[in-house]
């Protein structure tokens, strides 16, 4: 069982890219108790089946409830998870031993992977050093690393970025990670054409369907992307019980089929309907 959780959708940055539309005007949060108690009760569902539990934490900026994420941290760690990680624009960081110091306690909390967001857009927020000290601290603490790179059109790419840190990764264990930007969120404002469009719906199921993602407002997908469909919500955290919403996912047969064959498989019966699927308008990100 994977579940990524919005603490908010409060983000220090307003990169123009953002599919969430994060900003520091973002005050919706789920309550500390509220996120507890639903990694409690993943914590027993999980118990009851395989055990597998994974808990990731995401935004906006989780680092920006601070106490909160730690104790959320604690919480993964007592119900047994066997990874709990964190994506991170690194703000942070301007200090490297002020990030050491606060690494070391989200290691200690449970927490041992960390993404990093780093990118065109995110450098008009962020210095390059700060990603440097927001590294050599994780390494330091025992964190594993990935960092992750947005693509659009003409956009820096990963060999890139390695190249502006060369001086502090030889002998490091860290993780790469490309993904095409989506026409979502405050990323619809952005040209058109500068999005990476393939040719009609991507064959092959999404990888992150069937990852459960609590959103800053409490509302329950089963996908770790933002689309925030209606027909896609299995509920709301403050109204039903995870249990009944873990259960709606597992007995969806919409869902099963897109977790096996995923969206393709849906096209044919479409177009005998009349509904046609232009080339140049979906972004492959399987």
Known sequence: MHISIMISNECNYNCSHCIES???????????????????????????????????FTGGEPFLHFNDLLECAKTAKRNGAYRIDCITNCFWAADFDNALKLLKEVKNAGIDHLSFSYDQ????FIELEQIK????????????????????????????????????????????????????????????????????????????????????????YPCCCPTFSEALCLGNVHTDSFYDIYQKMNKSSLLKILMTFGPYYFVPFLKKQGIEFPEGTYVDIA
């Open 22 to 56: 994060s900003s520091l005007n973002e005050s919706e949060r789920l309550p500390l108790s509220k996120l507890t108690g639903l990694i409690d009760a993943a914590g027993i569902i999980s118990a009851s089946e395989n055990g597998n539990l994974r808990i990731s």
């Open 121 to 124: 857009y995110h450098s008009s």
């Open 133 to 220: 000290n927001a590294f050599k601290a994780a390494v330091e603490s025992g964190i594993e690393i990935k960092f992750k790179i947005i693509l659009f059109k003409g956009s820096e790419r990963a060999y890139e970025f390695l190249e502006k840190i060369s001086d502090i990764t030889p002998g490091k264990r860290f993780s790469m990670e490309e993904l095409p930007g989506l026409p979502l969120g405050r990323a619809m404002n952005l040209e058109r054409a500068m999005f990476l469009f393939g040719e009609g719906i991507p064959s092959g199921k999404c990888q992150g369907i069937g990852n459960m993602l609590v959103t800053y407002d409490g509302d329950v």
